[in-house]
């Protein structure tokens, strides 16, 4: 069974999709983490940043073996080296990698050549862009398969008078791409859950519901199973506009 997700198209997703975010700093909590994920009925598994950070590599493979039929993304946040970053967690079993829109272009486009090259879905992630409209427009036409919305933990909670939310910008950002379009970034269940309706088809669930916080990045204590497999449950119902 093929877990590549390049060419996936807006078309393909008539109801939500889910991809629960492994943001980590143990391999043993990402892998208990997966179970929790996988028994609830997530679709994709993130290797998140922390992760990325702490274990490397090590990490995709051995969620690879773990699991050979959901598909891995890296949230690698790739700025430079673009090609050589994508293609060492390509080898390594990640079926998506993450670029930065504000990385140059050339990087966003070798980022995209070893998504041809090894198969990848290219996620291009537009946080801090000062146009995020324009800027799904640019990262659609340096070629990425999916537009990041994405607004910044830091900068949300360093201006909570602004009450940042990637809600705001949406349904811009979905009508100026023909592209699946993911949304994250201080979303509450319930906004998530209805990200699908926006015409933003895959979500993501991380933080604050899948770790406990950005200091100690542990699994949070709780009945999270039964929350989890019912915010994905909701997720799977609601139609993609």
Not at 7 to 17: Q, Y
Not at 39 to 51: K, M, R
Not at 65 to 81: N, Q, T
Not at 198 to 207: C, N, R
Request: with cysteine; proline share 5%; hydrophobic share 45%.
């Amino acid at each position: 069974m093929t877990t590549s997700i390049r060419g996936l198209k807006r078309s393909d997703l008539t109801h939500g999709i889910v991809q629960v975010s492994l943001d980590l700093k143990t391999l043993d909590d990402a892998l208990r983490m997966a179970a929790i994920a996988v028994e609830a009925g997530a679709d994709w598994l993130e290797i998140g940043t922390p992760l990325v950070l702490a274990e490397g590599t090590r990490a995709v493979r051995a969620l690879r073996k773990e699991y050979p039929d959901h598909p891995l993304v890296a949230d690698l946040k790739i700025m430079d080296g673009g090609y050589g970053e994508a293609a060492m967690y390509a080898e390594a079993g990640a079926d998506a990698v993450v670029v930065m829109g504000r990385a140059h272009d050339a990087t966003v486009q070798r980022v995209c050549e070893a998504g041809e090259a090894y198969g990848l879905l290219v996620m291009g992630d537009d946080m801090a862009a000062p146009d995020r409209v324009a800027e799904a427009r640019r990262l659609e036409e340096l070629g990425v398969g999916m537009v990041l919305h994405h607004i910044g933990h830091d900068h949300r909670n360093m201006h909570r008078e602004l009450k940042l939310s990637p809600l705001t910008d949406l349904p811009g950002i979905v009508a100026a791409t023909t592209l699946p379009v993911q949304a994250v970034g201080g979303l509450s269940i319930e906004q998530a859950v209805g990200c699908p309706r926006i015409g933003a088809g895959v979500v993501v669930f991380g933080a604050p519901l899948a770790i406990d916080d950005e200091t100690s990045f542990t699994i949070p204590e709780g009945d999270l199973p039964r929350i989890l497999g019912d915010a994905i449950a909701r997720v799977h119902e609601t139609p993609v506009s």
